[in-house]
């Protein structure tokens, strides 16, 4: 009964201990950080094309994002999370640690990290003209992905390096492992602008990864790696920004099509309010014993801006999506937003 007392006084004790402690924390937190809450909130129209029931044109997304940012041993730590979709469940975030000269380290669960944060530089006046299509990953490299993956960013003589890496399955998880299967990947984006070129109004950039063959499912199923690679250029005169962006992706040993990418887009500042756009696409899916197909996009876009208001439009269509002959789509979207 004394043992039993003791055991029962001494948990108590710690849950006391335990609560304090989380108290304290909490209060150093909070004088050490600063946190800012920002959002937006999305009307949209949609025409899907005529193979499509568009049902209910009209939706809405509400976006709310929080940022936290304080000193934490001479180190500044920040994080970001954000929630879409009338508060469904957190769509991304980011923790990140800035050491300085050393560069900064962050641990992102889909903001955008290495390769993925150029996987489309072509300029547009609102949506890239991939958006609202049935198939939209084509010609778009990443192997790491931006969930789940460990990212350095540093930049050395005005090249920026931003690194990405994933240990299996890329599946976004809580605390504990992903259950998902997949392969461990990484790649890497190396950018400049004309400021550190010499020539003012360009910017370019190029980027390389690897994702390893099998799974952690079946380890050992397949010895052969996915490779992704792209370059891409933009250049601004004036009003007008032009660019070009070449990408490829090999996936032959797997018994998967390879992928090369060429796109193009323009966009043009009317005034500094008003600017539209326009871009194509071409895909080629190399597929192993079989013709070859090509994918074809384009899309114009307008988008107007009045203070925190901005009133945009797109018209986006697709051939051969996916390398499928005869898979066609099309789409339209208008959309007021309101920033806040």
């Known amino acids: 009964m004394k043992n039993k007392l003791k055991g029962e006084i001494m948990n108590n004790f710690k849950k006391v201990g335990l609560t304090a402690l989380a108290g304290s924390l909490a209060v150093s937190a909070a004088n050490a950080a600063e946190m800012s809450v920002s959002g937006a909130t999305l009307l949209t129209y949609t025409s899907e094309d005529t193979t499509e029931a568009t049902g209910n044109p009209f939706g809405m997304k509400t976006n709310i994002a929080f940022t936290a940012s304080g000193d934490v041993n001479g180190y500044t730590v920040s994080y970001f999370q954000a929630s879409k979709d009338q508060f469904a469940g957190m769509s991304s975030a980011r923790l990140s640690v800035d050491m300085g000269d050393m560069g900064t380290i962050a641990f992102d669960q889909g903001v955008g990290s290495g390769l993925a944060t150029i996987d489309d530089k072509t300029p547009t006046a609102a949506e890239e003209i991939w958006d609202g299509l049935d198939v939209t990953t084509s010609g778009r490299v990443g192997t790491a992905g931006s969930t789940g993956v460990f990212n350095y960013i540093n930049t050395f003589a005005g090249v920026t390096f931003n690194g990405a890496a994933r240990k299996g399955s890329g599946t976004a998880n809580s605390d504990g492992s992903s259950s998902g299967a997949g392969q461990s990947a990484w790649d890497f984006a190396l950018t400049a602008d004309g400021s550190s070129l010499g020539v003012d109004g360009l910017s370019i950039g190029a980027g390389y990864g690897e994702a390893e063959g099998g799974s952690t499912a079946q380890p050992g199923s397949d010895s052969k790696d996915t490779t992704n690679i792209t370059a891409f250029a933009n250049y601004a005169f004036g009003p007008m920004v032009v660019g070009y962006q070449q990408s490829s992706e090999d996936n032959t040993g797997k018994g998967v099509a390879a992928q090369e990418s060429s796109r193009w887009g323009v ?42 208001m901005k009133i945009a439009g797109n018209m986006n269509e697709a051939s051969n999506m996916g390398g499928t002959s005869g898979s066609n789509d099309s789409m339209t979207e208008i959309a007021l937003s309101f920033a806040f």
């Open 267 to 308: 966009a043009f500042n009317i005034n500094e309010n008003l600017s539209v756009s326009y871009g194509e696409a071409e895909t080629e899916f190399a597929k192993a014993g079989a013709a070859h197909v090509t994918e074809d996009l384009e899309g114009i876009a307008v988008s107007y801006t009045m203070g925190s």
